[in-house]
């Protein structure tokens, strides 16, 4: 009988390259939110994958920050550093050839990491021309310390098993921490507040407010209804109107989109209530920060 395997691997980079969609795509469900908008997550979350002897546990990050004015950013990238030293492995996302002062930042943090570091290069089914990779890769290993460059597509799926094969090759041998079924930390409560979120910043496109944050109010199962009261916080009045919109027209989207994808992941049929409301500052309060669960203790 083998011995069970058993690490965490952290998925690092600056904002938007598509970390989350990669972990739902290797989960091969969705579990965290995605948007075409940076800092659509703002929390580190766990993606647990268990295939026989081997359980593989994801941390997806948020994304980091070379911007600290606001306390949710630097909130944001303690988090992020904190993951870097207690992992078994990192895989550190770039965007094709893109290499900007973000990249930089990030490729300083993880210089005097001893992890073993992969470096994923997303996105590369919008290249065009696949023989520009090759100075590309040269360039990053001048950049990085890495011990397996990978070009993939998280969202086309391309090569996600070669980076599951390297990354399982670093797994150490240890018991699972989760049972083989669980494959996350976080609650239904959590991930309905983040499904509520991802329908804002999509509906909303180019006008999204970032100060924006949902609470979930109230999460109670009664017969074969999950009740759900979720509270949307902005900072102005003027980021209420944008969220309502024309005779709550909006707000209404919102709602009937989020309790789809409530739905779906609850496995039941769903009473979802939202509603609007201005608190001033939350984003840059860490008192504020801390009691809606962006910093944990």
């Known amino acids: 009988m083998t011995e069970p395997r058993c690490g965490y691997v952290a998925i690092i980079g600056r904002p938007n390259v598509g970390k989350s969609t990669l972990l739902n795509h290797i989960l091969g469900q ?45 909130v944001m990238n303690r988090s992020a550093a904190g993951v870097i030293a207690d992992v078994d492995v990192v895989v550190f996302v770039v965007d094709r050839f893109e290499w900007s002062e973000a990249d930089e930042y990030v490729a300083k943090y993880l210089s005097n990491n001893p992890v ?65 079924d669980q494959i996350t930390d976080r609650s239904e409560r959590f991930l309905a507040s983040e499904i509520v979120r991802e329908k804002i910043m999509r509906q909303l496109g ?67 209530r939202t509603w609007v409301k201005v608190r001033s500052g939350w984003s840059d309060d860490e008192r504020a920060l801390r009691s809606l669960g962006y910093m944990d203790d």
């Not at 979350?45 to 949710?72: C, S, W, Y």
């Not at 009740?227 to 027209?249: C, D």
């Open 206 to 272: 180019a006008e999204v407010p970032y100060q924006v944050t949902v609470e979930i109010e109230e999460f109670r199962a009664e017969k074969k209804i999950t009740h759900i009261s979720a509270l949307i916080l902005v900072e102005r009045e003027g980021q209420k109107k944008i969220i309502i919109g024309t005779n709550g027209e909006r707000i209404k989207k919102v709602g009937e989109q989020a309790r789809a994808d409530i739905e779906s992941l609850l496995g039941c049929k769903v009473m979802l």
């Open 30 to 74: 969705k579990l965290c939110i995605t948007s075409r908008k940076p800092q659509t997550t703002r929390h580190t979350l766990l993606g647990i994958k268990t295939e026989a002897d081997l359980q593989m546990i994801f941390v997806d990050t948020p994304g980091i920050h070379t911007n600290q004015e606001r306390a949710i950013n630097r």
């Open 116 to 180: 073993p570091l992969i470096v994923a290069i997303n996105k590369v089914d919008m290249i065009e021309d696949k023989a520009a990779l090759l100075p590309h890769l040269k360039f990053l290993e001048s950049k990085v310390n890495a011990v397996e460059l990978i070009p993939l597509s998280a969202l086309r799926k391309t090569n996600l098993d070669e980076l599951q094969e390297k990354i399982k090759a670093h797994i150490p041998e240890r018991m699972h921490a989760f049972p083989e």
